[in-house]
């Protein structure tokens, strides 16, 4: 829409998908919920959808300006697949799987294989629904932003505990194209965790977490590194740190 309102595109049609009663809801579905592309910010940021996905919901309400949240949708933010997406690290973190639909029937797939471009939308195709797992564990979306433009992420987190799991999952939006996951740093943090325990870290744990995600995601970029590079692994440092810390004593 913006380069249609700036005369760089103009299309012969617009087919409006807010009328299709199916995608704007969701339901639950063995463990897991089934979220319509369809759903608004808006309304994936009330509370009793806050109480089911904590970490969407919360991504949902900083996704920018009232009017920004009634008309954007779950899956417009896929789609577009814009690096700063807000609900994108959270679905990356929560290990979503999409079901999309076509002419040809529906096919399901990873999140991440369409944030990557793996997995191209064919011509008649679209996003019916999300499928994300249930955890009813803590989980933690966190932003940071600049002055790039209202609410717009410089970086972002999405930061999910797995109990049963035994582990920890986090993606770091905006940095990237795609959110990106530290996997190592990870693994190294989930086996400090006493999983049976009150689930505490030592502060300097969660500091060297917070280091090791952003050295991770932000690599460096020349010797010597660019100051700006620097303050943006710091910022990624900061959040994933904060976003343990919080998923800990949730």
Known sequence: MAAVNAGLLRPAALVGLGRINEIRGWQYQDGHALLGAGLTHARMGRPDFAALIPALAAAARAAGPPQIRNAGTLGGNIASAAPTGDALPVLAALEAELIIVGPGGQREIPVSH?????????????????????????????????????????????????????????????????????????????????????????????????????????????????????????????????????????
């Open 114 to 250: 369409l944030l990557a471009g793996r997995e191209m939308l064919s011509p008649g195709e679209l996003i019916g629904f999300v499928r994300v797992p249930l955890l009813h564990a803590p989980q933690v979306f966190l932003k940071a932003t600049g002055r790039t433009g209202p609410g717009r992420a410089v970086a972002s987190v999405g930061l999910v505990l797995d109990p049963a799991r035994r582990g920890v999952r986090i993606a770091v939006g905006a940095v990237a194209p795609m959110p990106l996951r530290p996997l190592e740093a990870e693994q190294w943090v989930a086996s400090l965790i006493d999983w049976d325990g009150e689930r505490m870290l030592a502060p300097e744990a969660l500091e060297a977490f917070g280091e090791y995600v952003g050295a991770a995601c932000v690599p460096d970029q020349g010797d010597p590194v660019p100051a700006g590079v620097l303050h943006l692994r710091r910022t990624v440092a900061v959040l994933a740190r904060r976003a343990l810390g919080r998923a800990l004593t949730s």
